[in-house]
């Protein structure tokens, strides 16, 4: 069991930064790609980045990868997504998600375990 829970959202102005925490326990997660995806108002929920835990080896949505960034802090069991340059249209609550044995980190449905989401608004 993998345990999940984000932070750090919130209201910023378009232009302005944002960094999203994903505290992660329980079992040795090693081997897991760990991924953040969005979800904006009546819109599916979108994969953003997602990084495999041992390697650091990061994986980004194509429109994200320069304004988006995804590290993890190995010694707090905590990822991080670095939102710089925000615009209205990255409002939507977003989610960390574990996956083991992952194949397309894009994809949804590889996804086992997901936090319960953290709000965050692009607004003036």
């Known amino acids: 069991q993998v345990h999940l829970v984000e932070s750090g959202g919130g209201v910023v102005q378009p232009g302005g930064s944002l960094r999203l925490a994903c505290l992660v326990s329980?079992?040795?997660?090693?081997?897991?790609?760990m991924g953040w995806f969005r979800q904006a108002p009546g819109r599916e929920r979108e994969f953003v980045t997602a990084?495999?835990?041992?390697?650091?080896?990061?994986y980004y949505a194509e429109s994200l990868n320069e304004r988006f960034a995804i590290s993890r802090d190995n010694t707090k069991n905590t990822m991080y997504l670095e939102m710089n340059n925000l615009k209205p249209e990255d409002t939507a609550v977003y989610y960390c998600?574990?996956?083991?044995?992952?194949?397309?980190?894009?994809?949804?449905?590889?996804?086992?375990?997901w936090g319960q989401g953290t709000q965050v608004t692009v607004s003036s």
């Open positions: 998600a574990a996956a083991l044995d992952c194949v397309d980190s894009r994809r949804l449905n590889e996804y086992d375990y």
């Open positions: 329980g079992r040795d997660f090693d081997d897991y790609m």
């Open positions: 990084l495999l835990w041992r390697s650091l080896m990061p």
